[in-house]
C-alpha cells in the first residue's frame, strides 16, 4: 500500500498561483501512477493532471491545459501540481491518486489522500 498526504491549499485571488504537493510513503513511490482530481461542492470528481511511473507521460484536463503543471520527485518522494493563473471555477477539494497499474493515466486509480482546499476568488 501507498499512503498519501496533499498539503499546498488555500485561497488566492484570480489570477494567482498555488502549488500543491502530494508526499506519499510505504511502496516505492516510483512504482505508482500519480494523478490529481478535483471535487467542487455539488459536482462529481474530476480529473486535473497526470504523470506517469517514469514522468514521461502527463495528461491535462483540457480546462487546466496551459495553466497547471504536474512534476514528480523521486528523491522526495512526492508529487506536485503547480497552478497559474487560478479563476474562481477552480475551487475545489483537490486530491492526489496513486496506482501501480491504471488502465490509463486517467485512472482507475486504488488509492487516495485526504483532499486539500483550494479556493480563488473573485
Known amino acids: 500500500q501507498v499512503q498519501l498526504v496533499e498539503s499546498g491549499g488555500g485561497l488566492v485571488q484570480a489570477g494567482g498561483s498555488l502549488r500543491l504537493s502530494c508526499a506519499a510513503s510505504g511502496r516505492t513511490f516510483s512504482r505508482y501512477v500519480m494523478g490529481w482530481f478535483r471535487q467542487a461542492p455539488g459536482k462529481e470528481r474530476e480529473f486535473v493532471a497526470s504523470i506517469s511511473r517514469s514522468g514521461g507521460s502527463i495528461d491535462y484536463a483540457d480546462s487546466v491545459k496551459g495553466r497547471f503543471t504536474i512534476s514528480r520527485d523521486m528523491n522526495k518522494n512526492t508529487m506536485y501540481l503547480q497552478m497559474n493563473s487560478l479563476k474562481p471555477e477552480d475551487t475545489a477539494v483537490y486530491y492526489c491518486?496513486?496506482?501501480?497499474?491504471?488502465?490509463?493515466?486517467?485512472?482507475?486509480?486504488?488509492?487516495w489522500g485526504q483532499g486539500t482546499q483550494v479556493t480563488v476568488s473573485s
Open positions: 491518486a496513486a496506482d501501480a497499474d491504471p488502465v490509463s493515466l486517467r485512472g482507475p486509480y486504488d488509492y
